[in-house]
């Protein structure tokens, strides 16, 4: 569980299903494996880049209340001061359209909020409407960001 408090107007996790931030209980084979086949952000990507990923970042997961399986996962790299970066947010087909997703999002928000964080970024190329729910708004001046591509 989160050690954070729900920020008012924080739309809760359907019944049955809980957030967690703790490491331990993130299924790194399910998770590879959604990530890895079924996303457009990281095809392909070996095991092993994703385990060092993980290794170096917050870790979050919605889990089934009953059954304990794991239904979603991501991840934010941080320096818990300043700055995060939410990334390789995924939810399992078999639950979408259930509220999980933008609830999800929601309790990583909430759980970063006492860092006192000046900036959250994430990059999405079909989820804007979700994120917008939850205070993301388009960069305000994206003329100022750059990115080196080691590729």
Do not use: C
């Amino acid at each position: 569980m989160s050690d954070a408090p729900d920020l008012p107007g924080t739309p809760g996790l359907p019944e049955g299903y809980e957030f967690s931030a703790d490491p331990a209980r993130v299924d790194v084979g399910r998770v590879h494996g959604w990530l890895s086949s079924d996303t457009y952000w990281a095809p392909g990507r070996p095991r092993e880049k994703h385990e060092r990923a993980m290794a170096s970042s917050l870790n979050f997961g919605v889990y089934a209340t009953q059954s304990g399986e794991q239904v979603a996962y991501a991840r934010v790299v941080t320096d818990r001061a300043l700055f995060a970066w939410l990334a390789d947010v995924y939810v399992d087909p078999s639950v979408r359209g259930k509220g999980v997703g933008t609830a999800f999002v929601a309790r990583i928000r909430d759980h970063l909020a006492p860092f006192g964080l000046s900036r959250l970024l994430l990059a999405t190329e079909d989820a804007h409407g979700v994120y917008a729910r939850l205070g993301f708004r388009p960069l305000e001046h994206p003329e100022q960001y750059m990115a080196h591509t080691f590729d």
